[in-house]
């Protein structure tokens, strides 16, 4: 069985940061496709970042380039979002999920595990 524990949301006011962590268990973490994704009130899932089996050259959702850093640890079964500069439209809840696939994927469709969700909200 494949479990996530989630943490790090919260509210913050505009500018302000927050790092995100998902821990993966169940599964063969380095070699598993990670990713982030969000879904504001309303509205479809989005993605945000994936990271490949390394972690190297993370991909990004443009609304977030410069501002987020995606990153893993597979040492520690972990992964991080790092957002920066963060903006009312980034209030969302935020979701690690786990690919079966080799390849970094953009598509929620393509992602097999999903964890809980944990809840950013950001103020003005």
């Known amino acids: 069985q494949v479990t996530f524990i989630e943490s790090g949301g919260g509210e913050v006011q505009v500018g302000g940061s927050l790092r995100l962590s998902c821990i993966v268990s169940?599964?063969?973490?380095?070699?598993?496709?990670m990713a982030w994704f969000r879904q504001a009130p309303g509205k479809e899932r989005t993605f945000v970042a994936v990271?490949?089996?390394?972690?190297?050259?993370?991909n990004y959702a443009d609304s977030v380039k410069g501002r987020f850093t995606a990153s893993r640890d597979n040492a520690k079964n972990t992964i991080y979002l790092q957002m920066n500069s963060l903006k009312p439209e980034d209030t969302a809840v935020y979701s690690c999920?786990?690919?079966?696939?080799?390849?970094?994927?953009?598509?929620?469709?393509?992602?097999?595990?999903w964890g809980q969700g944990t809840q950013v909200t950001v103020s003005s």
């Open positions: 999920a786990a690919s079966p696939y080799y390849l970094p994927t953009t598509m929620a469709t393509n992602y097999e595990h």
């Open positions: 169940g599964l063969t973490f380095r070699t598993t496709t």
């Open positions: 990271l490949s089996r390394s972690g190297e050259q993370p």
